[in-house]
């Protein structure tokens, strides 16, 4: 959805100056450095990059499941991090991760062979549970890719799921799944700070 975003306003990015940050659950890889190379496509000059850890958003499979104090430590690693790259970008040398050859190769054998093909499998297999959607609309307003609706006073789901979990972390009734068959964790950034 990123890249999506990125190149329908391909026009906005000629000659901005851009600092990227990443955000992973585990492992990126060169997070900044994918979007860093697009922006740069579009004419953008890339100043720097920074990758943070966060809470793990899959809220129907057990992994990487961390407790909510481990999860709030994780954001407050990545506030402090922030602001060192805030710093270090005050004295002219912003981070640059993600952004190198390494990261790049990183990138791509550690992470997108794997998880391109995953998350294509992946884009139809959203589940509603139909005894558990009471038809509250919100799913439908937090996905980026429009890709539910509600029928019939139930949500439905297309087939253009990015596997982001917004809906799946943030329905009411937790009444949607993805890959697991049902919700373990709902994380929203609002329990972590
Ligand atoms: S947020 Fe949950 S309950 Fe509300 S419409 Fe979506 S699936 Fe149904
Ligand atoms: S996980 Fe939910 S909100 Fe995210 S893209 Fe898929 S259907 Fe939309």
Redesign the pocket.
Known sequence: MVKDFVDRNQDLWKGKKIFVIATMGLFSGDGAGILARRLQKYGASITGGLHLKMPDSIADEKALKRSLEQNKELVKVAEEKIEKAVTAMKNGKAPQEGLGFLYHLAGLFGQRLYFYNKTKRYSDKVK??SH?????????G?CPMNN?K?EQG??DAGDKCTMCYR?IN???????TLLGKNVVMQGTIEKYI
């Open positions: 509603i549970d558990k959607c009471v038809g509250c609309g919100k799913c439908v937090l539910l509600i139930l949500a809906c943030n329905c009411p009734k937790q009444a949607i």
